[in-house]
Nanobody, 120 residues
Framework: QVQLEESGGGLVQPGGSLRLSCAAS????????MGWYRQAPGKQRELVAVIQSGGNTNYADSVKGRFTISRHNDKGTVYLQMNSLKPADTAVYYC??????????????WGQGTQVTVSS
């Protein structure tokens, strides 16, 4: 497996911003899709945003226009810039790595999660 270390969560007021980071321990990062998921209490984990190894991105409708996913392959790090945060964004956010090569699926990994709380 690949170790994924997340950081950047915390408490923020509605309308505020946070940036999450996720650093991967292995070079396979550059040949993997990276995603951010979130799970609120009592709800299923849901996809927030994904960025493919080639840079294409996709977002959940609920975060389009507010969140931006990006990656820095040399640093092995993926970011999630979250703006105009709402209480509904409160959740534990998880980083996910999925190798492009189907033969390397066993290296797919999850981070430990970081709490984001949006509240006044």
């Amino acid at each position: 497996q690949v170790q994924l270390e997340e950081s950047g969560g915390g408490l923020v007021q509605p309308g505020g911003s946070l940036r999450l980071s996720c650093a991967a321990s292995r070079s396979i990062f550059s040949r993997s899709s990276m995603g951010w998921y979130r799970q609120a209490p009592g709800k299923q984990r849901e996809l927030v945003a994904v960025i493919q190894s080639g840079g294409n991105t996709n977002y959940a409708d609920s975060v389009k226009g507010r969140f931006t996913i990006s990656r820095h392959n040399d640093k092995g790090t993926v970011y999630l810039q979250m703006n105009s945060l709402k209480p509904a964004d409160t959740a534990v956010y998880y980083c996910n790595l999925r190798p492009d090569n189907p033969d390397m699926t066993k290296l797919a990994s999850w981070g430990q999660g970081t709490q984001v709380t949006v509240s006044s």
